[in-house]
């Protein structure tokens, strides 16, 4: 289904320029063949605006209007590869920042479930209907603040944030399931890809390596 859709977009898009960002991902350290595949088969020009479309498969992050980004594909990669390497189950996974809707394509073909949260109506509804128009009915909407996570009992494999906090939110970690996982950017000035690991009630922390995203801000935009 996503491969027509890739192949209606090969205009603009060929399947050269497609194949120069999975070398582009490959020398960059991304291994994972099966995310190279779920990013080779996503069609980013159908995320971004008709008249950024001919950049979509260049590895930057792009505008989404509302001075907010498309993350760099990289990124996108390097946080999904984490993810499928480190949790220990692929039922449910919390992304906070939908954004343009791209990272929930690329989760929602990894994992049974994606729930997502986005704090700014418009991107939320765009997002949502792009999704829907690609076929994806495994993936639950929230416009919602991220900060305070999905609901008070959620319990997800995986938490992903697309969104720099100044300091890791406190609810999320306790809405991990006992080997769930979390990756997010933590910091202002200077971001950390940060990785949380759950056993049980113990929650390991590491840092991935340094990270450039929009702040994760508080409240709702209508
Ligand atoms: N994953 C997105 C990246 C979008 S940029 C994509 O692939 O397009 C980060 C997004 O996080 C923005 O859309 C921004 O509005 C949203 N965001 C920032 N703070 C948030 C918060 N507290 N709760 C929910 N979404 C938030």
């Not at 320029?17 to 980013?44: D, F, Q, W, Y």
């Not at 992304?95 to 809707?101: D, L, P, R, V």
Request: hydrophobic share 40%; net charge neutral; proline share 4%.
């Amino acid at each position: 289904m996503l491969d027509d859709l890739v192949r209606e977009g090969v205009g603009m898009t060929s399947r050269r320029t497609r194949e120069r960002l999975l070398e582009r991902l490959r020398e960059r350290g991304i291994k994972n063949e099966v995310v190279l595949k779920v990013m080779a088969s996503t069609p980013r020009h159908l995320f971004v605006d008709e008249a950024l479309a001919h950049r979509a498969y260049e590895d930057t992050a792009l505008p989404i209007g509302f001075k907010q980004t498309l993350s760099q594909p990289y990124t996108v990669a390097r946080m999904t590869e984490i993810l499928l390497e480190q949790c220990a189950r692929r039922d449910s996974v919390f992304e906070i920042g939908t954004g343009s809707g791209y990272q929930t394509a690329v989760l929602a073909q990894l994992f049974k479930r994606v729930y997502t949260v986005e704090r700014i109506a418009p991107l939320q509804q765009k997002a949502s209907a792009r999704l829907a128009s690609l076929n994806f009915t495994n993936i639950h909407y929230r416009h919602a603040d991220g900060h305070d996570g999905w609901s008070n009992s959620g319990c997800f494999d995986a938490i992903i944030g697309t969104a720099a906090a100044a300091d890791l939110p406190a609810q999320l970690p306790s809405q991990l399931a006992l080997k769930g996982v979390l990756i997010m950017p933590v910091g202002d000035d200077t971001q950390n890809l940060t990785l949380i690991r759950r056993d049980g009630e113990a929650f390991a922390s590491s840092v991935v390596e340094s990270a450039n995203f929009v702040p994760l801000l508080k409240g709702t935009i209508s």
